[in-house]
């Protein structure tokens, strides 16, 4: 009894109610694979320990974290579910769901019927994106419905042929979702309480990619950086008036890359496609992406990179899946990993690590700073695929499979 005490309390520790543990959206605390704190400082050897594993339902949306409770949005039959549990024994502590109607389409079939955009949770409230491209906002307390939002009268086609995937993005009073589909569609910026329209960037014969959208300040200028089918473009976070834009296309239209920004750089990729990094200029004229260097021996397909120090580290969709580091001023390769290592990975740093979550349940844990493809340690953390991004928190992984979230323990 004493032992199931102490792990119960040791369960509750891993997160408790440091903010420093959250993993509130789609890639973390800042949406770009980093956490705020170090997993652990010693990673065990043979295996990490299983905490709990619960059904949850299926699809790609990946857990995200606040205080010391879970949430996760998946197909449960019919229904699309949003729950929230509690991270110290994976007891559910609400649900909200809603019938959902969605067939894929024949090439997407693999990748099952389940929400693919990633749960935000932003001042209180958790703001879902559902696989046919409806906003739903919910207390996160509670699961109460605060508002939603469904666009199908508005767009002839409200999501993209493969099912809306662009995660929500929380900037102060304001949650922007890119809505719509097919070559029409709309960047929207809602008031977070209310779910009104605040302002609307909606480019004439285009519509939303698969890509999420970041926050990022280039020249002094806070601005939404957005893949759309058809660009990437930079965005006035305060009321949507367009800086600048490229043309980025892939085939079949499946820009699903989020973008990496360090500095005035904007980093993109996409399937066959290489690495490109744009330099953003701002001059009196105006503002200008102009190419500054491409990488054509790696290209990500649907696996957004990470930048460890000088260095853009990603998986590469090339020989059968690698994990590659590229100069981060010139692209130039610094290393590449060995190939077949499968057809996804989610990229994690983790204070001194570099966390490897490949879609076959392998996770990969190397030094970040390594100059060379060395991982110091291989867990097993899925008996099926793992398409969904993990969420991490000091000691502790959580890995949402086809259907099950699991709890994995580093001590």
Not at 72 to 83: K, L, N, P
Not at 215 to 234: D, L, M, N, P, W
Not at 342 to 354: F, R
């Amino acid at each position: 009894m004493n032992r199931i005490v102490s792990m119960a309390v040791l369960a509750a520790f891993i997160v408790g109610s440091d903010a420093r543990a959250d993993w509130p959206q789609w890639r973390g605390p800042a949406r770009n694979g980093v956490a705020a704190t170090a997993v652990t400082a010693r990673w065990p050897a043979g295996s990490l320990t299983r905490g709990w594993s619960i059904d949850v339902g299926e699809g790609h949306s990946s857990p995200v974290i606040t205080g010391d409770r879970v949430y996760v949005h998946s197909r449960v039959g019919a229904d699309e579910v949003i729950s929230a549990f509690a991270i110290a024994n994976g007891r559910r502590l609400w649900s909200h769901k809603e019938p959902v109607a969605y067939t894929p389409t024949s090439a997407a079939a693999g990748h099952g019927s389940g929400p693919k955009a990633t749960p935000l949770l932003h001042q209180g409230r958790l703001y879902a994106f559902g696989i046919t491209g409806i906003v739903t906002c919910l207390d996160m307390a509670t699961g109460r419905l605060v508002w939603r939002r469904d666009f199908s009268p508005q767009f002839k086609e409200p999501y993209p042929v493969f099912g809306a995937a662009q995660s929500p993005l929380g900037d102060g009073d304001r949650v922007i979702v890119h809505v719509g589909g097919g070559a029409n569609g709309a960047l929207i910026a809602f008031d977070a309480a209310t779910g009104v329209d605040r302002w609307t960037w909606a480019p004439s014969g285009d519509g939303p990619a698969y890509a999420s959208p970041i926050i990022a300040t280039i020249h002094g200028v806070r601005q939404v950086v957005t893949f759309t089918e058809k660009r990437v473009a930079g965005v006035a976070a305060a009321d949507g008036s367009p800086l600048w834009s490229a043309p980025f296309t892939t085939m079949y239209d499946q820009n699903a890359v989020t973008p990496v920004v360090s500095g005035d750089l904007v980093i993109v990729s996409g399937i066959e496609k290489g690495v490109t990094a744009l330099r953003i200029h701002r001059e009196s004229g105006g503002w200008t992406a102009r190419p500054a260097w491409e990488a054509k021996d790696a290209s990500f397909y649907m696996s957004s990179p990470v930048v460890v120090g000088a260095r853009l580290i990603g998986f590469s969709h090339r020989r059968k899946g690698q994990l590659v580091a590229l100069d981060l001023a010139t692209g130039r390769q610094a290393w590449a990993g060995p190939g077949r290592q499968g057809e996804n990975a989610s990229l994690v740093v983790a204070g001194p690590d570099l966390l490897v979550l490949n879609d076959g349940g392998e996770l990969l844990v190397l030094k970040a700073d390594a100059d060379k493809f060395a991982p110091v340690a291989t867990y097993g953390v899925a008996e099926s695929a793992t398409w969904a991004h993990p969420a991490v928190a000091p000691n502790a992984i959580l890995v949402k499979d086809v259907r099950r979230l699991t709890l994995w323990r580093t001590s």
